[in-house]
């Protein structure tokens, strides 16, 4: 069983980092930004 993360401010900075870093690693990241229009 894959483990999950809820990370927000995921847009950029810190918060995109280590949603980037969690999914590498295998796992189930759910992010959550105010400017859509930015990428993970």
Same mark, same amino acid.
Do not use: C, D, H, P
């Given at each position: +069983?894959r %483990?999950?993360? &809820?990370?927000? =401010?995921?847009?950029? =900075?810190? =918060? #995109?980092?280590?949603? #980037?870093l969690f999914?590498? %690693?295998g ?5 959550? +930004?105010?400017?859509? &229009?930015?990428?993970?």
């Open positions: +069983m %483990k999950t993360i &809820f990370i927000t =401010g995921a847009s950029s =900075g810190l =918060g #995109k980092e280590t949603a #980037k999914q590498a %690693k796992w189930n990241v759910i992010a959550t +930004m105010r400017r859509l &229009f930015y990428r993970l």
